[in-house]
């Protein structure tokens, strides 16, 4: 059974940053596709940036030149980097691993607002 786990959430001043992370545990971290992806109140939840098992990364928009995605399979980790956070970064993230199904975590709440 895969579990994720996020951490790395909270509340930030808008143009801070924060690091989120994601551990898996019970299966091949090596062997998955991970992403992040965000849900805030009333909207879809959206793809925000995924790196795949060889290192290529894709990013929304949204987030280009802010945040930075990487993955480390000696820890089992994946990580967002996330700078110059804005009010409409405002959302629980979620880390995703995918290969032939999408395994979800829990969710952390990221808050930026002064």
């Known amino acids: 059974q895969v579990q994720l786990v996020e951490s790395g959430g909270g509340l930030v001043q808008p143009g801070g940053s924060l690091r989120l992370s994601c551990a898996l545990s019970?299966?091949?971290?090596?062997?998955?596709?991970m992403g992040w992806y965000r849900q805030a109140p009333g909207k879809q939840r959206e793809l925000v940036a995924s790196?795949?098992?060889?290192?290529?990364?894709n990013y929304a928009d949204s987030v280009k030149g802010r945040f930075t995605i990487s993955r480390d399979n000696a820890k089992n980790t994946v990580a967002l980097q996330m700078n110059s956070l804005k009010p409409e970064d405002t959302a629980v993230y979620y880390c995703?691993?995918?290969?032939?199904?999408?395994?979800w975590g829990q969710g952390t709440q990221v808050t930026v607002s002064s």
């Open positions: 995703n691993a995918r290969v032939n199904y999408d395994w």
């Open positions: 019970g299966s091949q971290f090596r062997i998955y596709n």
């Open positions: 790196i795949t098992t060889r290192g290529i990364t």
